[in-house]
């Protein structure tokens, strides 16, 4: 039976493949495997399809021994832990595969000794923010290339004493030849010097080859090296400049301020502006782009900011992607998002100076420590649903469900730079960084926050401080429903209605977030939606009398999609076991684009921050022996796309609360009377007075139930008029009518209706209007007594 025919190794760049027999047992003898020889390493498998995905075994040069046994067979051993006897199928390729063995080892022998040396050398610093991007790259490029030529220098010492090596053994078989005389070793030495001269051959040739290749390098990178002198020498007499005209400039202004000081304060105006329209024309914009400049070049990048056009400031300045970076996130683009908040923002330094806006509180009472009764709460609890369970104030916060939604507006500055991104692909990464974001929040937060009363609204009015204000709604009691409106100055709006579905399980509690989320932008029309994650909160009734922690894990997974575009962001949140090897809270995430192709990484935890890496290349797994492999992205370095905020200090006493959070039940004048401020329970409890806040907090769940009880009876009755010869009032009130099917308290709300989204389909709440009118005049006849 023949043997298959094995293909000639191939070398591609500093790995050799081929085909080679490998001695396996008696029984089944030389085995056909796929050898490849990369880094130092010489690996088997059995087919060319397993290496994506299992390697059959690794043998390192740097410690093994190469012998030859006979034409075609060879041996390579590490001192007996691992030994191959391997065959090729002519004495020609293995003379190749030796020679590229013995060249493999002496590199790695030579890398391993020059690690060693190192390992005790100090790293070289970067250079300094004020060099250019162009120095950097030039200086880089420089490094790599004399890395490079200085290998293929000791590729040719390694070629050389090869050579001296081989050109011995040759010499030695030739004297002994002639030695010989004619007979039965006649034929053995004849063999040997065939085999030696053969052998010297090939490790002539690959001198020579390296010799080319030397060559051809060097005279390649003499005129690159010409180039980057002159261009460092332009640069450096563009800089020399530059600096001069800022000395002119910076002496102009100084005299421009000396005489504007001396005037009126009505006549400085116009002294300047004649003076700036003069022979310094333009000078206060060239100051401010001269600050972005020097700015953005802050930033360690290969990036180059060019200041007369903003536009510019997304040039790449290198081709190492070989990609256009006008639809990705780079570091400058960062950079222009900050620079752009700085210089248009209404709410700067500059204006608040002339406007101040009012100082928000930063503490509340401390948390107080009373005991509970564990068995008289919990054998009324277990396999009920939690919002019909009568709860003390103990186990809340000083908060409604209402300020915990509006609590998601912590990071609203990720959804001002979601604004002014060009990109759709960028913006999705802010607007899933700011999905992530709103769970930061409660990574602490044991406690349970007030369920809402119907009608109950909240209003958070930052239009002074942040540019935005929000409103919101419970629009249902059973089952609970909020409905949440945003509106930014800075061009995005959100909106969101969640509707909770609990479960207590004595040792933990469960809430399922029902419900989208939807986030429009003004400028690009882009429009957003994705739903919340299961929340779990562990011993949430042991923990309060036993020292053992609570703790709140986040898990599932959000699809944010841009129904304008297609584009899309899978975000995993993990679950995390104590058996698991992996980051406490961690999140993944990918955004594509309609079309499926991944563009960005994103990476971290929903409690700490996030990072992006924007993908350069993804290799998709196959299905193997092991299962499905996992797609492997080719990114470049990550960067920070969110961190959350340090807490206030002393924020244990005070709920784990966040600076806004502070903020949210702090007395307001001019809200609405069914405020979530207004609630006299939420506020007993802030001032540490539980007894009374829990009286108060039965009161007034009673006098709900006595309300919806009277508005069930009314809609009883209106549902029995068309019997009597009332036409079309049952319509309001028909079983099956979409409100009722979804919300059972036949209530309407004052501030928001019900209605199907055009983009999406979905049917939800939606602000109708005329709350921030009703406030700027003060009238709120509409809302009810609820408190």
Same mark, same amino acid.
């Given at each position: ?240 400049e530059t600096l001069e005209q800022l000395a002119k400039q910076h002496n102009h202004l100084e005299r421009a301020f000396r ?7 009505? *006549? =400085?105006?116009?002294?300047? +502006?004649?003076? #700036?329209? $003069? !022979? ?9 782009? @001269? ?40 570091? *400058? =683009?960062?950079?222009?998002? +900050?620079?752009? #908040?700085? $210089? !248009? ?9 002339? @406007? ?49 939604? #509006? ?51 909240y209003e958070l009015d930052r239009l002074r401080e942040s540019g935005y204000r929000s409103l919101c709604e419970q629009v ?288 939800m709440h939606v602000y109708k209007g005329g709350y921030w009118e009703a406030k700027d005049h003060g009238s709120w006849d ?6």
């Amino acid at each position: 039976m023949s043997e298959p025919k094995a293909l000639t190794p191939t070398p591609a760049g500093d790995t050799y493949k081929g085909w080679l027999f490998k001695w396996t047992n008696y029984i089944k003898g030389y085995q056909r495997r796929w050898f490849v020889l990369s880094n130092g390493l010489l690996s088997y498998y059995r087919t060319q399809a397993e290496m994506g995905h299992t390697c059959r075994g690794t043998i390192n040069l740097a410690t093994a021994n190469i012998a030859v046994e006979d034409s075609c067979n060879f041996v390579i051993s590490n001192g007996g832990a691992q030994t191959y006897h391997l065959k090729a199928s002519s004495e020609v390729e293995r003379q190749r595969w030796i020679t590229a063995l013995e060249l493999a080892k002496a590199k790695a022998v030579r890398n391993q000794a020059e690690s060693d040396d190192s390992g005790d050398e100090c790293p070289t610093s970067p250079p300094t923010s004020g060099q250019g991007g162009g120095a950097r790259n030039s200086n880089s490029e420089v490094q790599s290339t004399l890395r490079t030529l200085g290998s293929k220098v000791e590729d040719l010492s390694t070629c050389n004493d090869l050579i001296a090596k081989h050109g011995s053994a040759l010499q030695r078989s030739l004297s002994e030849l002639e030695g010989v005389r004619l007979g039965g070793d006649t034929d053995g030495k004849i063999r040997q010097v065939t085999e030696r001269a053969t052998l010297f051959r090939i490790t002539s040739n690959a001198m020579i080859n390296a010799c080319r290749d030397f060559l051809s390098l060097a005279q390649a990178h003499s005129k690159r090296w010409q180039k980057a002198l002159h261009s460092e020498r332009d640069q450096r007499i563009r800089l020399e400049e530059t600096l001069e005209q800022l000395a002119k400039q910076h002496n102009h202004l100084e005299r421009a301020f000396r005489g504007a000081t001396v005037l009126p304060l009505s *006549q =400085s105006n116009p002294a300047l +502006d004649s003076k #700036s329209s $003069g !022979s310094v024309k333009g000078d206060a914009s060239d100051e401010d782009d @001269e600050n972005e400049f020097f700015d953005a070049m802050e930033d360690p990048a290969g990036f180059i900011t060019v200041p007369a056009d903003p536009k510019y400031h997304r040039r790449s300045g290198s081709n190492v992607s070989g990609l256009s970076t006008e639809t990705g996130i780079d570091d *400058q =683009s960062v950079s222009l998002c +900050d620079e752009q #908040s700085l $210089g !248009s923002n209404p709410e700067s330094p500059q204006s608040l100076e002339v @406007e101040p806006v009012r100082k928000r509180r930063t503490k509340i009472p401390d948390k107080p420590n009373y005991s509970l009764n564990l068995w008289s709460i919990m054998k009324n609890c277990i396999g009920k649903e939690l919002s019909k369970i009568p709860m003390p104030v103990n186990f809340n916060e000083p908060i409604s469900m209402l300020q915990r939604l #509006s609590e998601d507006l912590e990071y609203y500055e990720l959804l001002d730079k979601a604004a002014k991104c060009q990109s759709s692909l960028e913006q999705l990464c802010y607007v899933a960084a700011f999905t992530v974001s709103s769970y930061s929040t409660t990574v602490h937060r044991t406690g349970k926050p007030f369920n809402p009363l119907l009608g109950e609204t909240y209003e958070l009015d930052r239009l002074r401080e942040s540019g935005y204000r929000s409103l919101c709604e419970q629009v249902s009691h059973h089952p609970p429903a909020a409905a949440h409106h945003a509106i930014s100055e800075r061009g995005w709006t959100l909106r969101q209605e969640i509707s909770l579905a609990s479960k207590f399980r004595g040792k933990y509690l469960s809430i399922m977030p029902l419900g989208s989320i939807q986030c429009m932008f003004e400028k690009s029309n882009n429009h957003y939606s994705w739903k919340k994650v299961t929340t779990t909160v562990h011993n949430i009734i042991v923990g309060y009398f036993r020292p053992i922690p609570k703790n709140i894990q986040d898990s599932g997974e959000i699809d944010v999609v841009n129904h304008q575009t297609g584009d899309r962001c899978h975000l995993k949140f993990a679950p995390y076991s104590y058996f698991s090897r992996d980051v406490a809270r961690k999140v993944t995430g990918v955004v594509a684009d309609k079309e499926g192709k991944a563009h960005y990484v994103l990476s971290g935890t929903w409690d700490e921050k996030m990072e992006f890496s924007r993908v350069m290349q993804s290799n998709k797994g196959e299905n193997g022996t092991e299962g499905k492999q996992k797609t492997v992205y080719q990114t470049l370095k990550a960067k920070e796309l969110w961190k959350k905020n340090p807490l206030p200090e002393g924020a244990e006493t005070m709920y784990y609360f966040s600076s806004l959070a502070l903020t949210l039940n702090e007395p307001e004048e001019g809200v609405a009377p069914t405020d979530s401020r207004r609630r006299p329970d939420q506020q007993l409890m802030e001032a540490g007075r539980w007894d009374e806040a829990n009286a108060e907090k039965q009161r007034l769940e009673e006098k709900q139930r006595s309300v919806r009880r009277e508005r069930e009876r009314e809609a009883q009755q209106a549902a029995t008029l068309p019997e009597e010869g009332a036409e079309g009032v049952e319509d309001s009130f028909i079983t099956d009518s979409p409100l009722k099917s979804v919300h059972q308290d036949n209530y309407e709300a004052m501030w928001f209706e019900r209605t199907e989204d055009a983009v999406t389909g979905e049917s939800m709440h939606v602000y109708k209007g005329g709350y921030w009118e009703a406030k700027d005049h003060g009238s709120w006849d509409v809302c009810p007594d609820i408190y």
